[in-house]
């Protein structure tokens, strides 16, 4: 062979070798584009559900934080865990986005409507489909200026019942005491003929104000998302208004159709008064109150308040209130804690009928016309009033016989863990214990003080007028009330200035 031919062979050689090399690298590009091709795309529909979640989650935390604001706005009177109501329809451009003014709907009953992300202070929030969100607020903790919660505090329910897709299991309501007090909602693409014409005056958050336009029933389970205030339960010892039942997507097992497009996020009252608790104590300590041992101790006030105005100066009378009854009629209405008279153990009085002292005192409503500090506790006393307890020494209850010159206490006075001789004491029963198995679900819950007391302050209830001795210590598993002793001291000539604290 010579040399040009073996050039030649050798240039072959290096051509094949090339075009294997070749061959390889597209083999192995053809496997990995096949093996790609074989891996499940990118999934679309989790991600949209991954963007609605976020959504919602945004606006719950906008909402939490506009309920812990307002206790900044107004630290005196204004009582927390009211919510807003839902967005009103815009009159002009710049209203869309504020909550309904005055009122939405009547007492205790829920509502539905758009989310009032203005009144929120946030930019509108829009699920995975564009659509704007919407909220459903219970009737027992909604804003409003008549109709409006009258009985907000920690035990206040809320009144929705929220099934997961499955349409059995819950995610609120597996017991009254972890109901939704709003639920924030994620509408979705229309579905089943669904109007979304827009109004006028929705440039931000395009649309109409017409639940059922956005938001779906599932007859199967009894839930209907566009119908917040249709009541499946109304039980007749219920305290508050009765529940409504919602679901959070569903799909028909037996077709496999998706009926309910809607994605819901709760929020419940442990979740309301938790973030509250982080933000400023409510209870607080001896050394720095919160405002509801300063609401317990003013109402202790008021209560030895009533001697002077019942008999003014010179009398040296301090013959107090007798208790008000256990169960009102209504646990909302201040007039329905009226004064027992012969009972010394009760809720706190704030009303008497007594005509006797109707008659000197000019009106029935004790708390509201006569008590010097109704301007500063008058809310705090409206929503929290079911926790405070009261009673009253054997000689220091006015039973309607003649003015006594003076009132002391003869060997029956009050004691408060076995010392002291006091005229009276207010308690304020802490949270639900659950180690007591404290329930405060219906108005006989409510009545029976083994739902509000603990040791030997409950034994003074049960039965009452069964001894004189009560107890006060720190907060504990087993213990939560706060018990404060009312007391007479002198001030120059005045012998019946009201001296009221932490036993």
Not at 271 to 283: M, N, P, T, W
Not at 416 to 430: K, L, T
Request: glycine share 10%; aromatic share 8%; net charge negative.
């Amino acid at each position: 062979m010579n040399v040009r031919d073996a050039a030649k062979t050798r240039g072959l050689a290096r051509q094949r070798g090339l075009a294997l090399l070749l061959l390889l690298v597209l083999s192995g590009l053809a496997a990995v584009i096949m093996i790609y091709n074989l891996l499940p795309s990118p999934p679309a529909d989790e991600e949209r559900e991954l963007v609605t979640q976020r959504a919602l989650a945004r606006a719950k935390d906008a909402l939490i934080a506009y309920v812990v604001a307002n206790i900044d706005r107004d630290t005196t009177n204004q009582t927390p865990g009211f919510l807003p109501c839902p967005a009103r329809v815009p009159d002009t451009a710049n209203n869309e986005g504020y909550e309904a003014f005055g009122d939405c709907g009547g007492q205790n009953v829920s509502q539905i409507g758009r989310l009032p992300w203005k009144t929120l202070g946030v930019a509108p929030i829009r699920d995975a489909s564009g659509e704007c969100l919407w909220y459903a607020v219970s009737g027992n903790f909604k804003e409003g200026v008549n109709y409006g919660a009258k009985l907000l505090n920690w035990d206040t329910p809320g009144q929705f019942e929220v099934l997961a897709a499955d349409g059995v299991s819950r995610v609120a309501g597996t017991t009254p005491e972890n109901r939704a007090a709003a639920v924030i909602i994620a509408p979705g693409a229309p579905m089943g003929g669904q109007d979304r014409v827009p109004l006028a005056n929705t440039n931000v958050c395009p649309g109409n104000y017409a639940p059922g336009n956005y938001l779906e029933a599932d007859q199967g389970t009894g839930a209907d998302n566009s119908s917040a205030s249709a009541t499946l339960v109304t039980p007749p010892d219920i305290v508050g208004g009765g529940y409504s039942r919602l679901i959070s997507g569903r799909v028909d097992p037996d077709t496999g159709i998706e009926k309910v497009n809607d994605r819901m996020v709760v929020v419940t009252p442990d979740e309301i008064f938790a973030a509250i608790e982080r933000r400023r104590s409510l209870v607080g300590t001896v050394a720095a109150p919160g405002i509801l041992r300063t609401l317990t101790e003013r109402v202790g006030e008021c209560m030895a308040e009533f001697p002077s105005d019942f008999w003014p100066a010179p009398s040296t009378d301090r013959h107090m209130l007798s208790a008000g009854n256990l169960v009102p009629g209504n646990f909302a209405l201040n007039s329905n804690y009226n004064e027992q008279p012969g009972e010394r153990e009760g809720r706190v009085p704030a009303y008497t009928y007594d005509a006797d002292k109707v008659s000197v005192l000019g009106d029935e409503k004790f708390i509201e016309s006569h008590c010097s500090h109704w301007p500063q506790i008058r809310n705090w006393f409206q929503h929290w009033k079911d926790h405070l307890f009261y009673a009253v020494a054997n000689e220091f209850e006015y039973t309607g016989t003649t003015e006594a010159s003076n009132t002391i206490c003869t060997g029956t006075c009050l004691s408060v863990n076995g010392s002291g001789a006091y005229p009276a004491v207010v308690i304020f029963a802490g949270k639900r214990l659950t180690a007591g198995n404290q329930v405060r679900r219906t108005r006989t819950d409510r009545g029976d003080p083994k739902n509000y007391l603990e040791g030997m302050n409950l034994l003074r209830f049960t039965p009452r007028k069964s001894g004189v001795d009560y107890a006060n210590g720190p907060a504990s598993d087993a213990f939560d009330d706060l018990v404060y002793c009312v007391q007479f001291k002198t001030v120059g000539a005045d012998t019946r200035v009201p001296e009221v604290g932490p036993c």
